[in-house]
């Protein structure tokens, strides 16, 4: 094993949490390097199944230490409630957990902000989760957040009093809401000083030291690719960089400990909330493809987000995107996950391309109304009736699912190097 970024390539919900759950036990170090409690990764064990948004998945594990890095926004409420599940299940989360002094504090004010602007953009809205994430990276940016180690800090008290005014300023004035309470605040407050404070620690002195002693670090993305912030389809995209490079600033890494990066992604496509899509077939607003394809992908697949609960819109393997996140990411290999849902249909789908007024496009358009208008290029090949699910080594699969795995490493110039069969951590096949 080596020293590997694992990331979402496509629009998130790819799988992620059950990969590095698997690749866990082989690693010394899970560090989560950026997002908030909009993660969602679920790992199944048995019969039961696990969401995590926070924690990175590493958790269950007895000898991994998991961190959560400076890139990071944390939600007090929410990362205890989690922990407390953890607990409650037998996993000792304070001898396995560190998180960074660096990292900014979702507060109450943030989550009611993120909900009021949503509810006021009407039909303009842009999916957002409205766990207050945006509103937590703009303070970040904007000089004025609260980070885990200004708990300590003898000025904290002025800094919430004058946040508060500017956001109750922005509720009452402006979005027509009411105002946030000092006292949730301070409840909010109060909860990780008492629980996630003793937890914080220098990530980037941690890192270095393990990796000096030789240890084997898997840095954990949250989302996908296609939602980063600077190379995703903004601005339907979340609020922080999704890519493999955000791995280096969110954790204190220089590029040179970083070996290799796994892209994954589904042997099909999805999006939850608004935004371009340009294979889509299915989503819950009616829309369906004639051959029920996407409604297929969606009912065998379980296509409901993990955090969100929301239905996800289904379509196609989209070529363009994968390759797009392969160049961008510098992904050495592919792990594709969910190839059994695409099992009993008579043809499976390949964009391999987009056209847009005549012109074959090199690359995916930055504008989105650019991509909305794209037309998909396909290719169509024989689909299988043979059950793939559970399969745990490539002689198990139909010949015409391993074409199909064949075609999409040569469409994105890229190694499948991992195959998920289904939900349990057996369902799979290394390459």
Not at 154 to 173: C, H, K, S
Not at 190 to 209: F, H, M, S, Y
Request: charged residues 20%.
């Amino acid at each position: 094993m080596t020293n590997t970024v694992a990331i979402g390539i496509q629009w998130g919900d790819e799988g992620k949490g059950k990969i590095v759950d698997l690749m866990a036990p082989k690693m010394d170090v899970v560090a989560r390097f950026q997002g908030g409690p909009n993660a969602g990764h679920t790992l199944v064990l048995g019969d039961k199944k696990t969401v995590l948004n926070h924690i990175p998945s590493g958790i269950l594990h007895d000898d991994t230490l998991c961190l959560i890095g400076n890139g990071t926004v944390v939600d007090p409420f929410r990362l205890v409630e989690e922990m407390d599940m953890l607990l409650d299940a037998g996993i000792p989360v304070a001898e396995r957990l560190k998180i960074s002094d660096r990292c900014q504090l979702i507060l109450p004010y943030h989550r009611t902000l993120d909900a009021a602007r949503e509810a006021a953009k009407g039909e303009g809205k842009i999916g957002t989760t409205g766990k207050g994430i945006g509103p937590c990276y703009e303070d970040k940016t904007a000089r004025r957040g609260i980070r885990l180690v200004d708990l300590t800090s003898p000025d904290l008290g002025a800094r919430i009093d004058a946040n508060l005014e500017y956001v109750n300023f922005m509720l009452t004035q402006y979005l027509n809401a009411a105002p946030v309470n000092r006292a949730d605040v301070d409840e909010a407050l109060e909860l990780a000083r008492a629980r996630l404070l003793p937890l914080a620690a220098d990530v980037p002195l941690i890192l270095q030291k393990r990796i000096k002693a030789g240890d084997q670090i898997l840095y954990e993305g949250a989302q996908g690719s296609m939602l980063d912030v600077d190379h995703g389809t903004y601005p339907f995209v979340t609020s922080s960089n999704t890519v493999a490079g955000a791995a280096l600033a969110g954790l204190g890494v220089g590029p040179g400990q970083v070996d290799a990066v796994l892209g994954i992604c589904k042997a099909y496509t999805t999006r939850v909330g608004a935004g371009p899509f340009p294979t889509e077939l299915y989503n819950a607003e009616g829309m369906c493809d004639a051959k029920n394809a996407g409604k297929h992908m969606a009912e065998k697949g379980h296509e409901f987000g993990a955090t969100t609960g929301r239905p996800r819109r289904t379509g196609w393997f989209d070529g363009p995107v994968v390759q797009h996140a392969v160049r961008i990411n510098g992904v050495t290999g592919l792990a594709i996950t969910k190839l059994d849902v695409l099992d009993g249909l008579d043809e499976v789908k390949l964009c391999t391309g987009y056209e847009l007024d005549g012109e074959v496009l090199e690359s995916i358009p930055a504008c989105c109304s650019q991509l909305d208008a794209v037309t998909p290029i396909y290719e169509t090949l024989p689909g299988w009736s043979e059950n793939t699910f559970g399969a745990t080594a490539m002689d198990q699969l139909p010949a015409n699912a391993v074409a199909l795995l064949r075609r999409i490493e040569a469409v994105c110039d890229c190694p499948v190097t991992m195959l998920s069969t289904g939900p349990d951590r057996n369902h799979i096949i290394h390459l």
